[in-house]
T-cell receptor, first 117, second 114 residues
Framework: EAQVTQNPRYLITVTGKKLTVTCSQN?????MSWYRQDPGLGLRQIYY?????VTDKGDVPEGYKVSRKEKRNFPLILESPSPNQTSLYFC????WGGGTSKWNEQFFGPGTRLTVL | GDSVTQMEGPVTLSEEAFLTINCTYT??????LFWYVQYPGEGLQLLLK?????DKGSNKGFEATYRKETTSFHLEKGSVQVSDSAVYFC?????????????FGAGTRLAVHP
């Protein structure tokens, strides 16, 4: 089954304790992205990756890191989490059409609900 | 910059009622437009899309028409069901030098009662 998986689905942690949220897709997609969802704000992009070893900042990258060492995996790292990073996080992937004329459907993972105390 | 504005919710309807969720956008060029749906406890799923002006996207009884003149992409359904209760997001691709992200509206929660 084609899917995007995230782990963990729920996480409660304390300020300053490093954590990693994993994301994996089995569709051989070039493009992967992380979003956070907050009430009244919709989804905002944190980081994205157009292919292995190619990552770039989205709209709200502060406090986050990512890596793309393999095509299928795109982990999100919070080196020193703070309460303002309490949110619902989604990973997404798609084929990359490139340029300005094409955007492929994004497939979303089930979400990770993070609470930082 | 590019943006999406959706009507605020929640929208509460009785089963078989007519649904409209308004979406307007600001964009450079003429990007594709999307509606995503998020059922309780799940990730987002693509509901429908339209790739150019005057296109109508449709799926599961939902429809939306890409209106360039009014920069709108309103979501409609003639007869809602309890199972349609979810959060609906309007979205468009954006980015400098090429599309690299989706910009989402704030989301509209729909609650349908029997």
């Amino acid at each position: 089954e084609a899917q995007v998986t995230q782990n963990p689905r729920y996480l409660i942690t304390v300020t300053g304790k490093k954590l990693t949220v994993t994301c994996s897709q089995n569709m051989n997609h070039e493009y992967m992205s992380w979003y956070r969802q907050d009430p009244g704000l919709g989804l905002r992009q944190i980081y994205y990756s157009m292919n292995v070893e190619v990552t770039d900042k989205g709209d709200v990258p502060e406090g986050y890191k990512v890596s793309r060492k393999e095509k299928r995996n795109f982990p999100l790292i919070l080196e020193s989490p703070s309460p303002n990073q309490t949110s619902l996080y989604f990973c997404a992937s798609s084929l990359w059409g490139g340029g300005t004329s094409k955007w492929n459907e994004q497939f979303f993972g089930p979400g990770t609900r993070l609470t930082v105390l | 910059g590019d943006s999406v504005t959706q009507m605020e919710g929640p929208v509460t309807l009785s089963e078989e009622a007519f649904l409209t969720i308004n979406c307007t956008y600001t964009a450079t060029g003429y990007p594709s437009l999307f509606w995503y749906v998020q059922y309780p406890g799940e990730g987002l799923q693509l509901l429908l899309k339209a790739t150019k002006a005057d296109d109508k996207g449709s799926n599961k009884g939902f429809e939306a028409t890409y209106r360039k003149e009014t920069t709108s992409f309103h979501l409609e359904k003639g007869s809602v069901q309890v199972s349609d209760s979810a959060v609906y997001f309007c979205a468009l691709p954006s980015g400098s030098g090429g599309y690299n992200k989706l910009i989402f509206g704030a989301g509209t929660r729909l609650a349908v009662h029997p």
